[in-house]
C-alpha cells in the first residue's frame, strides 16, 4: 500500500464513506502526524444557520478514524477500523467551514497498541479531535478506535 496525498484520501473517503461526499468533506493533511479535515457549512447546516451537531461529531470521528488508517497504511496494514466509544463537546456554534483536526503526541500509547494489534490481531487506541471554526475551539471529540486483522 502505498502513502497518499490529501487529494486522494478526499477521494477515498468519497468512494468508500458515502456521506463524506454528501458531507463535502475534504482532507486538508494526512501525515504521520496528523489528519485535518475541512467541512463546508452549507452542507452541514442545521435549522438555526450553524452546523449540525451530527456533522461536527462525525468531523471528529473521522479525523481521528483517518489518521488511524494512514498510520496502518505506511505500516502496510490494512485492518477494519471502527469506532468503539465516542464522545463529543460541543463549546460554542459554529456559523462557518470548520476544520477537524487529530494528532498523536503520545508515541507510547501508539506502541503499546501496535505491539498488542500485532500480538492478537487487534487494538483499541484512545484519541482525541479538536474542532475549529476558525482561530477557535468549537468542539472536542475523544473516542476509543479499536482496529481488527
Known amino acids: 500500500m502505498s502513502k ?7 477521494e477515498y473517503l468519497h468512494n468508500n464513506i458515502p456521506v463524506c461526499k454528501a458531507m463535502g468533506i475534504e ?33 471528529g470521528i473521522l479525523a481521528c478514524w483517518l489518521l488511524i488508517n494512514l498510520r496502518m497504511r505506511e505500516l502496510q496494514e490494512s485492518p477494519k477500523i471502527v469506532v468503539q466509544t465516542s464522545e463529543t ?21 501508539w506502541d503499546r497498541f501496535l505491539k ?15 474542532i475549529f471554526c476558525g482561530e477557535k475551539i468549537a468542539a472536542q471529540h475523544s473516542g476509543s478506535f479499536v482496529s481488527i486483522k
Do not use: M
Open 116 to 130: 498488542i494489534y500485532q500480538k492478537k490481531g487487534r487494538g483499541r487506541l484512545q484519541l482525541t479531535s479538536t
Open 27 to 59: 482532507v486538508l493533511e494526512a501525515t504521520w502526524e496528523g489528519a485535518r479535515i475541512l467541512l463546508p457549512l452549507g452542507e452541514n447546516v442545521n435549522h438555526r444557520e450553524t452546523a449540525f451537531g451530527g456533522s461536527i461529531s462525525t468531523a
Open 89 to 109: 463537546t460541543f463549546l460554542t456554534p459554529i456559523a462557518d467551514a470548520f476544520e477537524a483536526e487529530c494528532r498523536t503526541e503520545d508515541d507510547a500509547q
Open 4 to 10: 497518499l496525498n490529501p487529494e486522494q484520501w478526499t
